[in-house]
């Protein structure tokens, strides 16, 4: 697991506000998320017919953007 070194931002009665970590940490929390984000979505995806190697190409060749 994530070791996470949090330091918490209070107001002048000591209630938590807000969390702070460092960037490294918050990258590695972003690509975890986007992991799991892009695991469930193929899994949900999985019964949605696939495109082959040729169709994706010629599909994204026709594509406006």
Do not use: C, P
């Not at 949090?6 to 107001?11: E, L, R, T």
């Not at 969390?19 to 975890?32: M, R």
């Not at 495109?51 to 190409?57: D, T």
């Amino acid at each position: 697991m994530l070791e996470i070194a949090k330091k918490y931002v209070v107001d002048e009665n000591n209630n938590r506000l807000a969390v702070e970590i460092d960037i490294e940490t918050f990258g590695k929390i972003e690509d975890i998320l986007e992991d799991y984000g892009l695991y469930h979505l193929m899994i949900d995806d999985k019964d949605t017919e696939s495109l082959s190697l040729e169709q994706a190409k010629r599909y994204y060749r026709s594509a406006s953007w």
